[in-house]
């Protein structure tokens, strides 16, 4: 069973920076594609980063030049350092893992920035 674990989230003021996590555990033969999405309350689903090949990432334009998206392809895990975050970056983060013809997603776990 494939397991997608989300880490990192918390509580801090505009300006602050926070750093996520997420492990995918499953077949290494997979290669899964691992992105980061969020989701505000009352709001849809909203892309954020995704790694496209080496030295390419792909971010949203409300993130570029703050986020950073990076991966252990090896442990199966992708990292988000998130700099310089807004009030309107709060919202449940969370990555999906996608390989060998399925998608898995996490649980999330909660950004909350303040200002």
């Known amino acids: 069973q494939v397991r997608v674990v989300e880490s990192g989230g918390g509580s801090v003021q505009a300006g602050g920076s926070l750093g996520l996590s997420c492990a995918v555990s499953?077949?290494?033969?997979?290669?899964?594609?691992m992105s980061w999405y969020r989701q505000a309350p009352g709001k849809e689903r909203e892309f954020v980063a995704v790694?496209?090949?080496?030295?390419?990432?792909a971010y949203a334009d409300s993130v570029k030049g703050r986020f950073t998206y990076s991966r252990d392809s090896a442990r199966m895990t992708t990292f988000l350092q998130m700099n310089s975050l807004k009030p309107e970056d709060t919202a449940l983060y969370f990555c999906?893992?996608?390989?060998?013809?399925?998608?898995?997603r996490g649980q999330g776990t909660q950004v909350t920035v303040s200002s």
């Open positions: 999906e893992a996608a390989g060998c013809g399925s998608i898995y």
């Open positions: 499953g077949d290494p033969y997979c290669n899964y594609a």
């Open positions: 790694f496209v090949s080496d030295g390419d990432t």
